[in-house]
């Protein structure tokens, strides 16, 4: 329902969410929870690009190796599925041993 006035907008969006408000979160829970089961099955079935560890998605990291990082892949709570997938291609997966060993090297440098 088009609104010409900015009022009259966010009066409509703070009723509809008074209304809705049980199910636009679990709308919003079940899209997070999407996001994150994608994530922590794909860091589980590539595993670590280095030593190989593959155990358990919160050990493992994503990469980015250059420097085209749009956003960190860790605050998905708000992109969609889409953007996740285009940002997880431009990384590898690293265990955190192998990524703060990385790190450190890049450091030294």
Not at 10 to 21: A, I, P, V
Not at 68 to 74: L, N
Not at 79 to 93: A, F, G, H, P, S
Request: aromatic share 10%.
């Amino acid at each position: 329902m088009p609104y010409k006035s900015g009022r009259k907008r966010t009066e409509y969006n703070k009723q509809y969410w008074l209304d809705n408000r049980e199910k636009l979160i679990k709308q919003q829970r079940d899209r997070w929870e999407k996001r994150r089961q994608y994530t922590q099955e794909y860091k589980l079935s590539k595993g670590c690009k280095i030593c190989g560890y593959n155990k358990c998605a919160g050990a493992l990291d994503f990469h980015h190796s250059n420097d085209d990082k749009e956003f960190t892949i860790g605050s998905y709570s708000i992109m969609n599925l889409e953007r996740i997938e285009r940002e997880i291609k431009k990384c590898v997966v690293l265990c955190r041993n192998c990524h703060a060993e990385l790190h450190e090297k890049e450091r030294e440098l």
